[in-house]
Structures are given as structure tokens and as C-alpha cells.
């Protein structure tokens, strides 16, 4: 069974720079998926924030590109969020996925992580 | 502002039939997904591609798609669909994109 988790602090300062890491278990983050960052903030909807493949291409939300970073660390099997600069906005509960595809191309987020609330804060 | 388009918000009576639409342009091109939200709780996929249910997704359940418009039908709502439901695509660029929501009342 294909498990995510997040982790990391809860709050960061403003201007100071959110790091998450995604656990992933029951599959190795060498198989042939993307793994994905999404964000909700307070009362809104989903964000789709970036992804990473395990060659290390990655692909980002065009207005986060410059304060994002997504990696990915096979020996850990795990993948990890840096968002930099950050302010109020930022405030949210994050969410890692696992982006899966069939043959036809059709791609899913079908594995969720329970998500993480980051709180930015003086 | 989302490149995809849902009606904020939808309702049902209970045992009837229900359709949460999804609007972008990119849909002309992408597939779309759909994922229900309860409070508190991760989203969770009900279906893909050409009308693909994961495992554990009741058969009320149903997706279909016409030019730049998905659909999410739910055939006899019950009181449990009660949820956000977020739409899933791609954007012109071909980067991922969520739908803005749908709030799902069933009364």
C-alpha cells in the first residue's frame, strides 16, 4: 500500500523560506511517477504548487517559479518543498501526491498525503 | 483566477441526479480528474480519464467530457456526497491546474 506524509515546521517567519519533505512508503520514488506538491489555503481551493520526477525534472506553478524548489532524494525515497520569501499568503495546509498516468496519458493524483498546515507568522 | 471554471457552489435532493461541470480551454486537449474533499480530510480521486473509477468509488459515480467543457455526474446523490469536488486538467501550457471547487449540498 502506497503511503505519503509530510513534515516539517508549522510556522515560519515572513520573508523566511517554508521547507516540507514528503515520506513516501511502498513504492520506490524511482518508479515511473510524478510526485507533487498542492496547497489549500484557509477556506480556498486546491493549488497545484510543482513536480518532480525521480531524474529530477521538474515542473512549477508559473507565478511560485521563482521561490520554488522541488527535489527529490532517492536514498530517502522522499521529495521535498522549498518555497522562498514567504509571506501571509503563503499560509496553508500542504499537500504531497503521488501524479500517476495510464497508457492513454490520462494523469491522476491518486495517492494523498493527510497534509500539513504551515502557518507564516511573526 | 483558475484557468478551469466550476459553479462555486450546487445542489441536489437526495436520490436525484447531479452534474458538477469543469470549464478551460485546455480541456480541448487534457483529460480531466476529479477529487472529493470532505472537511478535514485529504482529497480523494473518483475518477480519470475516459470515465475511470479507482477501486472503492461507487458506480453512481461518472465522468464525461465535450470540447472545453467536464462533467462529474453523480446518478442518485446520497448524503455522504455531500463535499467540495475540484476538477483536474491542464492548462494551455501544459502545466497542471485545479478547477476552482464546487460546493456539493444534498438535501
Given at each position: 500500500?502506497v503511503q505519503?506524509?509530510e513534515s516539517g515546521?508549522?510556522?515560519?517567519k515572513p520573508?523566511?523560506?517554508?521547507s ?7 513504492v520506490?520514488?524511482?518508479s515511473p511517477?510524478?510526485?507533487t ?6 477556506g480556498?481551493?486546491l493549488e497545484?504548487i ?12 508559473a ?8 527535489s527529490v ?5 522522499q ?8 509571506t501571509a499568503?503563503?499560509?496553508?495546509l500542504?499537500?504531497c ?6 497508457e492513454a496519458?490520462w494523469?491522476y493524483?491518486?495517492v494523498?498525503?493527510p497534509?500539513t498546515l504551515?502557518a507564516?507568522?511573526? | 483566477?483558475?484557468e478551469?471554471?466550476?459553479d462555486p457552489t450546487?445542489s ?8 458538477i461541470?469543469?470549464?478551460g480551454?485546455?480541456?480541448r486537449?487534457?483529460?480531466?480528474s476529479?477529487y472529493?474533499?470532505?472537511p ?5 480521486l473518483?475518477?480519470y480519464?475516459?470515465?475511470i ?7 453512481r459515480f461518472s465522468?464525461s ?5 467536464a ?15 475540484y476538477c483536474?486538467?491542464r492548462d494551455t501550457a501544459?502545466f497542471?491546474v485545479f ?9
Open positions: 500500500q505519503l506524509q515546521p508549522g510556522l515560519v520573508s523566511g523560506t517554508l516540507l519533505t514528503c515520506d513516501v512508503s511502498g520506490s520514488i524511482s511517477n510524478w510526485w506538491w498542492v496547497r489549500q489555503a484557509p480556498k481551493g497545484w510543482g513536480e518532480v520526477h525521480h531524474t529530477e525534472i521538474t515542473n512549477y506553478k507565478s511560485l517559479k521563482s521561490r520554488v524548489t522541488i532524494d532517492k536514498s530517502k525515497n521529495f521535498s518543498l522549498s518555497l522562498t520569501s514567504v499568503a503563503d499560509t496553508a500542504y499537500f501526491a503521488r501524479d500517476s498516468v495510464t496519458g494523469w493524483f491518486d494523498w498525503g497534509g504551515v507564516v507568522s511573526s | 483566477s483558475s478551469l471554471t466550476q450546487v441536489v435532493s437526495l436520490g436525484q441526479t447531479v452534474r461541470t469543469c470549464q480551454a485546455g480541456l486537449t487534457y483529460s480531466a476529479w472529493q474533499q470532505k478535514r480530510q485529504a482529497p480523494l473518483v475518477i480519464g475516459r470515465n473509477r479507482p477501486s472503492g468509488i461507487p458506480d465522468g467530457r465535450s470540447g472545453d467543457t462533467s462529474l455526474t453523480i446518478t442518485g446523490a446520497q448524503a455522504e456526497d455531500e463535499a467540495d469536488y483536474c486538467s501544459g497542471q478547477g476552482g471547487g464546487t460546493k456539493l449540498t444534498v438535501l
